[in-house]
């Protein structure tokens, strides 16, 4: 079981999956003393959540405890749903119109950096097949057409995905939200992508 200031550290690195930090770093961020952050990252390291580098920077290490990683992502959108009613409302208005048994959705971008009042929202779908995306994606911009908010909806297949994620150094939706997303939903579906993947 997570500690709140270890689910605060996870948050960081879930928020930030292919960069490093440092502990200072991540005591100056959450505003918290450095001795805490220490004693509360050991056991993140020791059971996987994290992993460190040879300068002894930390990242998240993303193969493992899945279920404890989607936890954080719903603490995270809980978060995000306080801040943006909008999201959260569109998001359940999806819900009752969807149909898909399997798919990803999350927002990424400058909502996620802490943004008040953003131009837009990204968001993106992520499906089991590419035969559904065209559909899927009338779907969407459907839902999201009913908001005054500007939504910008991206709809990928799990192929997609793969391929966007094999070229990391070119600027892509899904290399996007690496550093900038909170998931609405698949989370561990995400990160085992994630994990097929690289």
């Known amino acids: 079981m997570l500690t709140k200031t270890q689910i605060a550290i996870m948050e960081v690195f879930a928020g930030s999956i292919t960069k490093s930090f440092s502990i200072h770093q991540i005591s100056k961020a959450l505003k918290k003393p450095y001795p805490l952050i220490h004693r509360s990252i050991q056991p993140l390291l020791a059971d996987q959540f994290l992993k460190k580098d040879e300068h002894k920077y930390l990242s998240l290490d993303y193969r493992h405890n899945l279920s404890e990683l989607a936890y954080i992502e719903s603490s995270r959108k809980e978060t995000l749903f306080k801040q943006h009613a ?3 409302s569109l998001f359940q208005d999806m819900f009752k119109e969807g149909d898909e048994a399997f798919f990803i ?25 590419n035969k559904k995306v065209d559909r899927q994606e009338k779907l969407l911009q459907k839902v ?48 085992l992508l994630l994990n097929n993947a690289r």
Do not use: C, W
Request: proline content about 1%; overall charge positive; aromatic content about 10%.
């Open 86 to 88: 909008v999201i959260k």
């Open 105 to 129: 959705l999350l927002v990424f971008g400058s909502v996620v950096a802490g943004k008040k009042k953003p131009n837009d929202i990204d968001m993106l779908l992520i499906l089991d097949d």
């Open 144 to 191: 999201a057409s009913r908001f005054h908010t500007k939504f910008h909806v991206h709809v990928i297949s799990k192929e997609s995905v793969y391929e966007m994620l094999s070229k990391r150094d070119q600027l892509n939706v899904m290399n996007e939200t690496l550093n900038k997303h909170v998931i609405l939903f698949g989370a561990e579906n995400y990160y």
